[in-house]
C-alpha cells in the first residue's frame, strides 16, 4: 500500500511546521503531503490557521518531488474561478505536482463566526456539482465554456495545468461515490470498517467503468512498537475521553479505527488492500511534534 501524510493546520501549525513535515513525506519516498482547507477551527482559543492555497504555493517551490494535496476546499469559500485559478497557479509553481480536492464544505461554525454563508445541503451539493463542471471547462484545452444554475464560464483560462488529479471525497455511501467515478482522478472516504470501505468503492468502480480512478483512504493511525506502549496510548486517549481503554478499543473497532503494533496494522491494512483501498492518508494532528509524525511514518511502513 502507498502512503501520504494528511494534516489538520486549522488546529494550529505555522508554514515552516508544514514545510518541515511536507519535507519529511519527501524524504521518505511517501506519495504525497496533504493539507485540509479550514479558515477557523474552535472559537477559544482560535488556534492560527493558515490558508491552504497560500501554503501550498509554498511548498510547490520548498519541496521537490513530492506531491502537494489540498483535502479538501469547500465549494463555499471560493468561487470556481479562484479555486480554479489558485490550483493552475500551485501546479506550474510545483512542476505539476498538485492534487486538487473539492468537496461541498460541512463546518458550519467556521462559516457563521466569519461571515461566510452557509446554504443548507441541497443547495451545497448543487452548487458542488456546478462547480465540479466549470473546473472541468476551464482546465480543459481551449475555450471553456460552462453555464450552470450557479456557476458560467466562457474563456480561455490560462495557465492551464499539466499535472492536476482531481479528487473528490466525502462519506456517503452512493452519491459521492458515483460522482467520483464518473468526475475525479481519486476517490478518497475517510476512515471505517473495511466492509463499508468494500462497499463504497464497489460504488464507485461501477460508476467509474473503464475509468481509472484511484480509491484511498484517510484516517488516524495509532502506532507502536511494543503491546505496552500500545497499551499506554489507548489508556491516554481513553482518559482524554474519560472512558475505560476497553471502552477505547470497542470505539476504535466500530469505526475501523486502525490501531496496533506493526505486525498487526500489517494485517488491518491487507484486509483495506482486500476491500479496494489502495492508498492511506496518514492523519496527524500536532505539526509541532516532529518527532511523533516521523516515528509514526517509520513504524507504519514496518
Known amino acids: 500500500m502507498l502512503f501520504s501524510i494528511m494534516t489538520e493546520p486549522q488546529m494550529g501549525g505555522t508554514y515552516d511546521e508544514l514545510l518541515r513535515v511536507a519535507r519529511l513525506a519527501e524524504s521518505e519516498g511517501l506519495y504525497s503531503f496533504a493539507r485540509s482547507d479550514h479558515l477557523a477551527w474552535s472559537p477559544e482559543p482560535a488556534p492560527e490557521a493558515t490558508d491552504a492555497f497560500a501554503t501550498m504555493g509554498g511548498l510547490a517551490r520548498d519541496t521537490d518531488t513530492v506531491r502537494l494535496a489540498v483535502l479538501v476546499t469547500p465549494i463555499t469559500f471560493r468561487h470556481p474561478a479562484i479555486i480554479a485559478k489558485n490550483a493552475a497557479t500551485i501546479d506550474q509553481m510545483s512542476g505539476g505536482r498538485f ?16 461571515g461566510i454563508p452557509f446554504p443548507e445541503d441541497s443547495e451545497r451539493w448543487a452548487r458542488f456539482e456546478d462547480a465540479i463542471g466549470y473546473l472541468e471547462a476551464a482546465f480543459g484545452g481551449g475555450r471553456g465554456t460552462h453555464s450552470g444554475p450557479f456557476y458560467s464560464l466562457d474563456l480561455d483560462v490560462r495557465p492551464k495545468p499539466t499535472g492536476i488529479r482531481l479528487i473528490i471525497g466525502g462519506s456517503g455511501p452512493k452519491r459521492t461515490p458515483t460522482l467520483a467515478g464518473t468526475r475525479a482522478d481519486e476517490y478518497n472516504v475517510f476512515i471505517c470498517p473495511v466492509d463499508e470501505a468494500k462497499a463504497k468503492i464497489s ?5 467509474a467503468g473503464d475509468r481509472l480512478v484511484e480509491a484511498t483512504m484517510m484516517g488516524p493511525v495509532t502506532v507502536a512498537a511494543t503491546d505496552a506502549e500500545l497499551a499506554g496510548l489507548i489508556a491516554a486517549a481513553a482518559g482524554r475521553r474519560n472512558i475505560t481503554s476497553d471502552e477505547m478499543i470497542v470505539r476504535w473497532n466500530k ?7 506493526p505486525s498487526q496494522l500489517r494485517e488491518k491494512l491487507a484486509a483495506l488492500e482486500e476491500a479496494g483501498v489502495e492508498r492511506l492518508y496518514l492523519q496527524w494532528l500536532d505539526l509541532t511534534d516532529y518527532d511523533g509524525v516521523a516515528r509514526m511514518v517509520e513504524l507504519v511502513r514496518g
Request: glycine share 18%.
Open 99 to 114: 492534487d486538487l480536492g473539492v468537496g461541498t464544505g460541512w463546518n458550519d461554525f467556521e462559516h457563521d463566526a466569519l
Open 203 to 207: 460504488v464507485m468502480r461501477e460508476a
Open 255 to 261: 469505526a475501523g479505527q486502525l490501531f496496533g503494533t
